[in-house]
């Protein structure tokens, strides 16, 4: 009778386990889709709240989802490259091969530069903003010789005008992007090519309609090349 008790008290036991595991995914399928919902209405502190909770409901193979989209929220809508840095780190420690894994070594490298700069207050000019600067000489020197050279003739402008506009027109099979609230070149990169890398890309295929690469405007419609 002894062992006949056992026998029930570990299938009870089983059976109590099997449900409490069960519980437990279906709460943390539900904070995570939760999270997801208020991502893409744009609660972003609501939808971190939601990802925190279901860090603590969760087994470690799940954590690395979790703190990927935390990092993305960090990373690409708040601007906050020293919270991103750390929720990358831990995605890539918790599962180092990865569907995310090439994309969070990747967000790791430019982080870290981006975090340094933050933290040591350095006032580090980027990339698109050297372009941007190197754009406007070039346009600058361009006007000093239109004003040196008064005799130019209207059909030399008229060429040059047409030989621009060419070259600064969209090439066919490029796509179109309206800028939604919390987006960024590197959130536009990686939602078309899966990655942050290609920023520039888009950055330069719209250099007349931004003026800042770090504020876009909603509403605004950008060329996907």
Same mark, same amino acid.
């Given at each position: 009778?002894?062992?006949?008790?056992?026998?029930?008290?570990?299938? @009870?036991?089983?059976?109590? @386990?099997?449900?409490?595991? =069960?519980?437990?995914?279906? !709460?943390?399928?539900?904070?995570?889709?939760?999270?997801?919902?208020?991502?893409?209405?744009?609660?972003?502190?609501?939808?971190?709240?939601?990802?925190?909770?279901?860090?603590?409901?969760?087994?470690?193979?799940?954590?690395?989802?979790?703190?990927? #989209?935390?990092?993305?929220?960090?990373?690409?809508?708040?601007?906050?490259?020293?919270?991103?840095?750390?929720?990358?780190?831990?995605?890539?420690?918790?599962?180092?091969?990865?569907?995310?894994?090439?994309?969070?070594?990747?967000? /790791?490298? $430019?982080?870290?530069?981006?975090?340094?700069?933050?933290?040591?207050?350095? *006032?580090? /000019?980027? $990339?698109?903003?050297?372009? =941007?600067? $190197?754009?406007?000489?070039?346009? @600058?020197? #361009?006007?000093?010789?239109?004003?040196?050279?008064?005799?130019?003739?209207?059909?030399? !402008?008229?060429?040059?005008?047409?030989?621009?506009?060419?070259?600064?027109?969209? #090439?066919?099979?490029?796509? *179109?992007?309206?800028?939604?609230?919390?987006?960024?070149?590197?959130? /536009? *990169?990686?939602?078309?090519?899966?990655?942050?890398? =290609?920023?520039?890309?888009?950055?330069?295929?719209? =250099?007349?309609?931004? $003026?800042?690469?770090? #504020?876009?405007?909603?509403?605004?419609?950008?060329?996907?090349?």
């Amino acid at each position: 009778m002894m062992n006949a008790a056992w026998v029930w008290l570990s299938i @009870l036991l089983l059976v109590g @386990l099997t449900a409490c595991d =069960r519980l437990g995914g279906s !709460r943390h399928a539900q904070l995570i889709q939760d999270g997801d919902a208020k991502s893409a209405q744009g609660d972003f502190a609501r939808a971190i709240n939601l990802y925190e909770a279901a860090l603590d409901d969760s087994e470690s193979i799940r954590n690395a989802e979790v703190h990927y #989209k935390l990092a993305l929220l960090y990373d690409d809508k708040l601007n906050d490259p020293v919270s991103a840095l750390h929720h990358f780190r831990r995605c890539l420690a918790l599962s180092p091969t990865g569907t995310h894994a090439t994309d969070v070594r990747n967000s /790791i490298k $430019r982080d870290e530069i981006a975090a340094l700069t933050a933290l040591s207050g350095d *006032s580090v /000019i980027t $990339r698109s903003e050297a372009a =941007r600067l $190197r754009n406007e000489n070039l346009d @600058l020197h #361009k006007e000093l010789e239109a004003r040196a050279v008064p005799a130019r003739s209207v059909t030399d !402008r008229l060429q040059k005008d047409n030989t621009s506009s060419k070259k600064t027109a969209p #090439k066919k099979g490029n796509r *179109s992007y309206v800028v939604q609230s919390g987006d960024t070149l590197f959130s /536009i *990169s990686r939602k078309f090519y899966k990655s942050p890398k =290609r920023w520039k890309e888009i950055l330069d295929a719209n =250099r007349k309609s931004i $003026r800042d690469p770090k #504020k876009l405007t909603v509403g605004q419609t950008l060329v996907i090349p």
